[in-house]
């Protein structure tokens, strides 16, 4: 009974994400991210009995019930502004309103700059519910054989090699496959009870990469479509919005000490980049270089949500080349000031990836940790092939 | 006339129902004034939209999400004030 209900929720989240995607009008630009968030809700908060998973779904759902109420208050706006003003004034004060309106309802659902405060609470309070619970599951025989089913499923489908579930989501992205490869090669050295369940992290890997997807693909078709015209106060918000969440993701990462926390706030920066590649538009590669970047951000971030230990040098390394596409559009065009802030803000960010690599490769006591001695067979060289022909193939 | 009045009928609700989702201790308040800035959007559309009525479903939907984690929240702390949840802070 309770595995219909989880199954369920993913299902339908992927759903909402894959109709946010294919929206060709309000309606369905409202109801998609709303079916969305709502099983967001839903999977955010699957584990009752955990009371910080309670609280960071309650942050998560008072947030995103306001920016979802903002947005709709924007498309009535829209909807009034269409059938008030004739179709030659475009530069009038409702569409403005409109725009601002749209902007922060997509804003909360995007997370650039300032409104992130939910998000690392949210990583952090789902991620020790679910990493807890599972410890506790595996590491006692009499619960296992009760019918706990998510749990069940999740480590069964885990020790058997199958992710099929995982494979829904490839519908948003193809780079989820490079996630199922590196799944199944890790099932090899995993020696320790940290390394089994640090692979644990799909749901919250899963939900934080869907949601920017999705919310980043409804962002450029709202604001290249229907806000044609007016491109120039948009431009100005958007860049706003991600010189914000470049500088504050970056820096507030630097101090975190928990890593989920860390991992949180780096995404918000990641989100920043994503923002540039949104801005430059269609006319010199902008939106392919953000869906490269995309693709590089996704296998990353599900990577490091998934198999944290394993983090390696390489996923960074990828991730550049899709932020030095990016940039490179973001000059052409003529954002000279936010690309350089974004070149900043990148060299900051490698100071705490080489800190987490750091502590992988020495440990508390500074010795070579196990993982490092099990390095010869890691997934990252598979990982290493299929980034690399993304990136032939798109050079 | 009549497009101004609603206009500013349905602007004050969505500000009392902001303020009050921002500053309110008690969950089900928060949840009530959730309720309230979906309904003052919802008086806003003239033209006999069938929006309307999708913004009425997915209110009705997310006030039953939002049930569930009070409920849920109940459980566990038996209380539902909302200036208690300091666990997550860093």
Redesign the interface.
Known sequence: MAIAEFLLFVLTTTLGGMFLCGAND??TI??AP?CFS?CS??LS?YT??D??S??????Y??MG??S??IL??E??LQ??VN?LINTQMYNSPGISIALIFITVGIGFKLFPGPSHQWT??LY??MLHSWFSSFRDYECNRSIRRQKDHPKMIISWLLRTNQIRWFFFSIFLTCSYGTKVEKIEKNQSFTTTDEGFLEKLRIIVAFLSVTSKVAASASATRIFYIPFYFSSNEWHILLEILAILSMILGNLIAIT???MK?MLAYSSIGQIGYVIIGIIVGDSNGGYASMITYMLFYISMNLGTFACIVLFGGLPPLAGFFGKLHLFWCGWQVGLYFLVSIGLLTSVVSIYYYLKIIKLLMTGRNQEITPHVRNYKRSPLRSTNSIELSILFFQN | MMLEHI?VLSAYL?SI??YG?ITSRN?VR?LMC?EL??NA?NI????G???SI??IA?AA??AS??S??VS??Y???KSTR?NQ?T??N?
């Open positions: 309000l309606i409202f109801v709303e709502l809700y839903l908060g009752k009995k009371v910080r309670n609280e960071a779904t309650t942050k759902l008072l019930g306001a979802s109420s709709v208050h498309i009535e909807e009034i059938g690392p609470d952090e309070g975190q000490t928990s926390r | 206009l969505f129902g902001i989702l969950m928060a959730l800035i979906l959007v806003n559309f003239l033209k939209n069938i929006f999708f913004v997915i939907a997310e999400i939002g569930a984690i849920s929240i459980r566990n702390r909302i949840s666990l997550l860093k």
